[in-house]
């Protein structure tokens, strides 16, 4: 994976900056995010289970704004594909495009474990 | 400045958000930055505290499970606070559309996430700056009320809450069948105090004479005003006849005790009192309270009449 790849997975150095320097509270709320996440992504799924555009929407958005405070660009990226599909109530196409969220949260944990 | 510098008085933010991690480094930060910081998950949850524990500043996310934020800035709106309560809306929506929206709904300000901190205490200064000017304006409107009810020489209630606020002591007396008295006193010979000694004495005495009265009545309870030049009225609730002609009997011989040291010499005054009171049930029934002010003014024009250094009531010369 090249440097240019990863920072948009985790742009580590840019949420240095958001907290001030403080790698203490940078690693706090990576964990508080890689431990809240799952269960997010669960209610996405249960969200396109029962066809329920608008909590898809509505989960979506709140992923992607998450994402975005913790600078993980490729995962909000997804979420806001996620966030689309609820919004236009394409669901057909839509658990595609959760299975990618899903997928880019796995590259996340390992890019911030690893 | 030090942006991290303690806030002079501290300042309660409530914090609304559901996602923990970020609701966990705004409460950090902002702690940082000296806040008191609260915070809720989404906006039920935050009207509760809001209710124990008035927050004058108030950021909150806009997508929120239960309440969000727009709902909550519309409940906040309808209800009424100790103060204002100024809003910053944070949410990931940036179309204009969106924006007026949030203001509609009653947002101060607006941020977009990710939310930099430097910002939002940028932003959280500028509301403080509308709080401040706020309280300010709210104190001089206090101060200004206080002031258009009080006798600028002395310090006590002037003839405007006399005539307010006596209504309202009738009208308490009238509903829960409570007697309620009323003196007028009036210093003797002051003019010639003014004459022989000057304004500046005359004054002295007139604010020392206010100062005994305010001294020897039940405070919380009893309250007095300046009716004229050197006319008092004391207003005593829950006190009948008996006890009107008993505190007027004090304050005749405490006012005829005392020595006044002014520039000029030490002076000696008295006074005289005129009585008027309700009594429940009586056959005056629905006294008003011009009423009682004559009815006073009358007795105490008798005192004058009869010597003056007197105390003169409903029923006759004590």
Known sequence: MGKGKMTEIFDRQALLERVEGDEELLEELVHIFLDHTPRQLDKLRQA??????????????????????????????????????????????????????????????????? | ????????????????????????????????????VMAAGDGREALEILKHHFCPLVITDWMMPEMDGLDLCRAIRQESWEGYVYIIL???????????????????????KPVHPAELLARLQTGRRILELERTLKERNQEIARLSITDPLTGIYNRRYLNDTLTVEVRRALRYKRPLGLLL?????????NDTYG????????????????????????????????????????????GSFDLA???????????????????????????ASFTPGGPENHPAPETLLNEADQFMYQAKKSGRNRVVGPTGNQ
């Open chain 2, 90 to 112: 944070i949410t990931a929506k940036d179309s204009q559309e969106d924006i007026v929206r949030g203001l509609e709904a009653g947002a101060d300000d607006y941020l977009s």
């Open chain 2, 249 to 275: 009997e004090r304050l005749r011989r405490l006012v005829a005790e005392k020595v006044i040291a002014t520039p000029a010499g030490d002076i000696t005054i008295t006074a005289s009192f005129g009585i």
């Open chain 2, 185 to 193: 006193c009036d210093l003797d010979h002051f003019k010639r105090i």
């Open chain 1, 48 to 114: 396109l289970e029962v066809g329920d555009a608008s909590a898809l929407r509505e989960q979506a958005h709140t992923i992607k704004g998450a994402a975005a405070s913790i600078s993980a660009a490729s995962l909000m990226a997804a979420a806001q594909q996620v966030e689309s599909a609820g919004k236009n109530r394409e669901l057909k196409g839509a658990g595609a495009l959760v299975e990618n969220l899903a997928q880019e949260f796995e590259r996340l944990k390992e890019v911030v474990g690893g």
């Open chain 2, 1 to 36: 400045m030090n942006r991290d510098a303690p806030c002079q008085d501290e300042w309660s933010i409530l914090v609304v958000e559901d996602h923990p991690a970020t609701r966990q480094f705004m409460k950090l930060r902002l702690r940082k930055a000296g806040y008191r």
């Open chain 2, 199 to 242: 304004h500046n004495v005359g004054d002295l005495v007139l604010k020392e004479f206010a100062g005994w009265l305010q001294g020897s009545i039940r405070g919380g309870i009893d309250w007095l005003a300046r009716y004229g030049g050197e006319e008092f009225v004391l207003v005593l609730p829950e006190t009948d006849l008996a």
